[in-house]
């Protein structure tokens, strides 16, 4: 891991933990652990979850007894950038799709 940073208030621990889950646990590079759907907690059975959300994972969450709350906002869920440094020493950057920002190198 590298150093690697989200924004979002209320929802910044839990995008930081869902980003790490997803480059440790299911081995996405950092571009893709930053694009990957979030969801939040927001209290009781409520859990938001955004568009791009599967909607397998929708109807199972509902099956399961959930309150599924789609977010059209995506700036709702964090915004964030990361760089890592693989075995070999090269450093790979991304950068959030839920807002502007780039990735440059010199």
Sequence with gaps: MGPFGIMGGWMQPLAHVQVVQNMIDWHLNPQQALDAPRWQWVGGKNVEVEQETPNH??????????????????????????????????????????TDGQIMCF
Excluded: F, S, W
């Design 57 to 98: 994972i929708v109807r199972l969450l509902q099956r399961r007894g959930h309150n599924i709350i789609v977010q059209p906002d995506p700036y709702h869920m964090g915004r964030g950038q990361v760089i890592v440094r693989d075995k070999e020493g090269v450093l790979c950057g991304a950068t959030e799709k839920r």
